[in-house]
């Protein structure tokens, strides 16, 4: 069963500008991992927020997170050609890792 | 260099002709999993495994098989395929335990005619 739907399902926009992806999810979680995957490859980390953090840094990445709502956003700050990829948010109800569930995804192109 | 590895990386083949995908991972890791990805639907987990013989269904289970004998590898078994097992197959692996990212093989793109 999906957990986390990705919304928009496919982002363009101009290099150098922000772009925001949001996921929503159902049921209760122990924390929320974002990941990119270049076409056809596999899957990259890229950052993972605690069901208790409401927001996270990594670089050029920003990632909030509203259990009331069951939804999480990733931002991409002064986006770049390569950062085109498809985004997957994934949710972990227990925290062990063995129940990851992933979204369908969105996938962003970074127009040069 | 830490890594999962797939073999093969591509896969024609025909419906009922068993196969084996293999995984393999350089890291010392207790967790491992398959997924498979399809247009729309995302990554599915098919089944995992938290140790050595230990091994569980994921979301997606029907039409595979896996086993679990050593640590560093978790084949992919289809015993007998069908073309709605046309896919992409990713192994993952991590750390066993909470707030642990996965790391993910390369892929392996399958297509049973």
């Given at each position: 069963s999906q957990q986390g739907e990705e919304d928009p399902q496919a982002l363009s926009i101009q290099e150098g500008e922000n772009a925001t992806m949001n996921c929503s999810y159902k049921t209760s979680i122990n924390n929320l991992q974002w990941y990119r995957q270049n076409s056809?490859?596999?899957?990259?980390?890229?950052?993972?927020?605690?069901?208790?953090e409401r927001e996270?840094?990594?670089?050029?990445?920003?990632?909030t997170l509203d259990t009331s709502k069951k939804s999480s956003s990733?931002?991409?700050?002064?986006?770049?050609?390569?950062?085109?990829?498809?985004?997957?948010?994934?949710?972990?109800?227990?925290?062990?890792?063995?129940?990851?569930?992933?979204?369908?995804?969105?996938?962003?192109?970074?127009?040069? | 260099?830490?890594?999962?590895?797939?073999?093969p990386r591509y896969l024609i083949t025909v419906t009922g002709k068993k196969l084996t995908v293999t995984c393999s991972q350089n890291m010392n890791h207790e967790y491992m999993s398959w997924y498979r990805q399809d247009p729309g639907l995302?990554?599915?987990?098919?089944?995992?495994?938290?140790?050595?013989?230990?091994?569980d269904k994921g979301d997606v289970p029907e039409g595979y098989k896996v086993s679990r004998k050593e640590k560093r590898n978790f084949p992919l078994i289809l015993e007998s395929p069908s073309p709605n097992q046309t896919s992409l197959y990713f192994c993952a692996s991590t750390v066993w335990g909470a707030y642990n990212e996965q790391f993910f093989g390369p892929g392996t793109r399958l297509t049973v005619l």
């Open positions: 056809g490859r596999g899957l990259v980390h890229l950052i993972l927020i605690r069901s208790n996270k840094h990594s670089g050029r990445l920003r990632v990733l931002l991409i700050t002064a986006s770049r050609a390569a950062d085109t990829a498809s985004y997957f948010c994934a949710t972990d109800p227990k925290g062990g890792n063995e129940k990851l569930t992933f979204g369908t995804g969105t996938r962003l192109t970074i127009i040069p | 260099e830490a890594q999962v590895t797939q073999n995302g990554l599915r987990q098919i089944y995992y495994s938290m140790n050595v013989e230990v091994t």
